[in-house]
């Protein structure tokens, strides 16, 4: 059974940081893309960002220049650095995974991190 877990969620003031990991396990024969997806109540879940097994990185508007996108192959790991975070970052954080366990990649979501900052 794959299995998404992610940590490092929290409450933070305005301009902080925070760092948030997803790691994958259980019988895995590779990971396509990797992504962080965020979702406030209410509110459609939305694309944060975005990263292929090569390296290549998409990011939504609203977060280029603050959030960083990484991954680490070998420990089937994603990670998203959050730096000058603002009050309307704060949501539920997703880790999403195209997730190869045969021939085909199948997708996986992680339970959900809460991100909250405020003052």
């Known amino acids: 059974q794959v299995q998404l877990v992610e940590s490092g969620g929290g409450l933070v003031q305005p301009g902080g940081s925070l760092r948030l990991s997803c790691a994958a396990s259980?019988?895995?024969?590779?990971?396509?893309?990797m992504a962080w997806y965020r979702q406030v109540p209410g509110n459609e879940r939305e694309l944060v960002a975005h990263?292929?097994?090569?390296?290549?990185?998409t990011y939504a508007d609203s977060v280029k220049g603050r959030f960083t996108i990484s991954r680490d192959n070998a420990k089937n790991t994603v990670y998203l650095q959050m730096n000058s975070l603002k009050p309307e970052d704060t949501a539920v954080y997703y880790c999403?995974?195209?997730?190869?366990?045969?021939?085909?990649?199948?997708?996986?979501w992680g339970q959900g991190t809460q991100v909250t900052v405020s003052s």
């Open positions: 990263i292929i097994s090569g390296g290549s990185t």
């Open positions: 259980g019988r895995i024969f590779g990971i396509d893309a």
């Open positions: 999403n995974a195209a997730i190869r366990v045969g021939p085909h990649p199948y997708d996986y």
